[in-house]
């Protein structure tokens, strides 16, 4: 049986189909940043597609989810400037940045009297890099041998032209740069675990200084804006990007799981498609296809694609290591709130110190008044305890930082893991590309070649990449 409201088209009786009711029909497998984005390519090109998505709710990895307690996102994100194809992106599907983003300048700040660091870009309309060498001039908690080191860093990184001979751990690349204790602590180690999800001693320094190049790096001033959603992360781009797809004849179906992905004569994809959204099991067929799923899914349908051999791309998608991140919300009364929107913390699991920075949601959201969001990168140890206990420990930790015995008090909490919401960037990870090597089948997401670590800006960049390679003839 097949779906009528799905865009592809049916086989006849002899299993043969028309291919002028197929030639530009694209079905995008996965409703994450990834295929979303690759999904409002394609539309804006002119193709009809139709996004599949095995969840009830848009954006993959980086999504809203609706709690016992309150409508809430799996994990806290900070969007860069540098992020240029999702700002384009958000910006082509209608979003309002303005409102959907409060920009703030490059800053690591601690809480006062935790023997932190104030380090914070100026307002004023300072070139780069101007605007961080005074934010260096200006810090406070940093001594003049930590500036200098800094100082030293930046300047090398930027005469190697941010490329290394050969990759290395981050903490192998800080050591070589005489970067001291103190600025490791306070700036470089948050910095790689936010950005990498990946702890600096077995963290990419290529990927890192990737990152480096274009923010703190950027010629451009505003690229190294901290950018941090007021909306859900679900609204933020992935609903916009459907209704954008939904207004240029597209189609998009959640609950709807593809089960398997068939080449038939050589040009058309089969996809078996089952689910609420369809009422039951369909095959449909599309001239192109997008795998944007997670990298292990991707390999599951590539397995079983029938005389094809895909050994060596599975290979290639099942050897990335997860990394977990952890996300603790604590309601407050609304009338609890911090000084500024965000703050670093120096976590020290020895001593039940989980956290890493701490979002007053109250500040992004009014409806979100005295709700605290503190953060556990590459979260897997910690996750592991039971989570009335971390939830605890970092209770504990916010009221000892911030000199707040009330913080200690939480009217409830909520502890969202994400297991598998990155891998482990490790140096030299080999990266599969978008191209599949069977045409008109193509991968998005995040693990992709690229530049970037698994980043929402990452998965975007892939998911246009993954369309621009089917535009350019992979369908005709």
């Given at each position: 049986m097949v779906d009528s409201n799905i865009a592809g088209t049916p086989a006849d009786k002899r299993g043969h189909t028309d291919p002028s009711l197929t030639s530009r029909a694209i079905a995008v497998i996965g409703a994450g940043w990834?295929?979303?984005?690759?999904?409002?390519?394609?539309?804006?090109?002119?193709?009809?597609?139709?996004?599949?998505?095995?969840?009830?709710?848009?954006?993959?990895?980086?999504?809203?989810?609706?709690?016992?307690r309150a409508q809430l996102d799996n994990g806290q994100h900070i969007l860069l400037g540098a992020y240029s194809e999702s700002l384009r992106l958000m910006k082509l599907a209608g979003v309002d940045l303005d409102r959907a983003l409060l920009t703030l300048p490059l800053q690591m700040r601690y809480p006062a009297n935790t023997h932190g660091m104030d380090f914070v870009a100026p307002s004023l309309p300072l070139p780069a890099p101007l605007h961080l060498l005074a934010a260096l001039l200006k810090a406070k908690g940093l001594t003049r041998e930590d500036k200098l080191s800094l100082g030293r860093f930046s300047t090398a990184a930027r005469w190697m032209g941010w490329r290394l001979n050969t990759d290395c751990s981050v903490s192998e690349l800080l050591q070589r740069f005489d970067q001291t204790e103190r600025l490791i602590r306070l700036m470089w180690r948050p910095l790689c675990l936010a950005a990498l999800n990946t702890p600096p001693e077995r963290a990419s320094a290529q990927v890192f200084l990737?990152?480096?190049?274009?923010?703190?790096?950027?010629?451009?001033?505003?690229?190294?804006?901290?950018?941090?959603?007021?909306?859900?992360?679900?609204?933020?781009?992935?609903?916009?990007?459907?209704?954008?797809?939904?207004?240029?004849?597209?189609?998009?179906?959640?609950?709807?799981?593809?089960?398997?992905?068939?080449?038939?004569?050589?040009?058309?994809?089969?996809?078996?498609?089952?689910?609420?959204?369809?009422?039951?099991?369909?095959?449909?067929?599309?001239?192109?296809?997008?795998?944007?799923?997670?990298?292990?899914?991707?390999?599951?349908?590539?397995?079983?694609?029938?005389?094809?051999?895909?050994?060596?791309?599975?290979?290639?998608?099942?050897?990335?290591?997860?990394?977990?991140?952890?996300?603790?919300?604590?309601?407050?009364?609304?009338?609890?709130?911090?000084?500024?929107?965000?703050?670093?913390?120096?976590?020290?699991?020895?001593?039940?110190?989980?956290?890493?920075?701490?979002?007053?949601?109250?500040?992004?959201d009014a409806a979100q008044a005295g709700l605290l969001a503190v953060i556990i990168s590459a979260s897997g140890p910690a996750a592991a305890q039971p989570q009335e206990?971390?939830?605890?420990?970092?209770?504990?930790?916010?009221?000892?930082?911030?000199?707040?015995?009330?913080?200690?008090?939480?009217?409830?909490?909520?502890?969202?893991?994400?297991?598998?919401?990155?891998?482990?960037?490790?140096?030299?990870?080999?990266?599969?590309?978008?191209?599949?090597?069977?045409?008109?089948?193509?991968?998005?997401?995040?693990?992709?070649?690229?530049?970037?670590?698994?980043?929402?800006?990452?998965?975007?960049?892939?998911?246009?990449?993954?369309?621009?390679?089917?535009?350019?003839?992979?369908?005709?």
């Open positions: 990834a295929g979303c984005a690759a999904a409002i390519e394609l539309a804006r090109a002119g193709y009809k597609v139709t996004l599949l998505e095995a969840g009830r709710t848009l954006g993959g990895r980086a999504r809203r989810v609706e709690t016992d990737n990152v480096l190049r274009d923010s703190l790096g950027a010629r451009r001033r505003r690229a190294s804006d901290m950018l941090l959603p007021r909306v859900d992360l679900s609204k933020l781009f992935p609903e916009a990007a459907c209704a954008y797809l939904e207004a240029r004849g597209g189609a998009v179906r959640s609950g709807a799981k593809v089960q398997a992905i068939r080449c038939i004569e050589g040009r058309l994809w089969q996809l078996d498609i089952s689910g609420a959204a369809v009422g039951g099991t369909w095959s449909t067929y599309f001239s192109g296809v997008v795998i944007a799923t997670g990298a292990s899914q991707a390999a599951a349908l590539l397995h079983d694609i029938p005389g094809h051999d895909t050994a060596q791309l599975c290979c290639q998608l099942t050897a990335f290591a997860p990394e977990a991140i952890t996300t603790v919300y604590l309601q407050y009364d609304a009338a609890t709130r911090l000084d500024l929107p965000f703050y670093a913390l120096q976590d020290n699991p020895f001593n039940h110190h989980y956290g890493q920075f701490v979002f007053d949601r109250g500040q992004l206990l971390l939830a605890e420990a970092v209770a504990v930790q916010l009221a000892v930082d911030f000199q707040r015995p009330e913080l200690g008090r939480p009217a409830w909490f909520k502890v969202i893991t994400e297991k598998r919401a990155t891998y482990a960037c490790s140096p030299g990870l080999a990266r599969p590309a978008n191209a599949t090597g069977l045409p008109g089948l193509v991968l998005a997401g995040d693990y992709t070649a690229g530049d970037y670590p698994a980043t929402l800006e990452s998965a975007v960049r892939s998911g246009v990449a993954a369309a621009t390679l089917l535009r350019r003839g992979a369908v005709q």
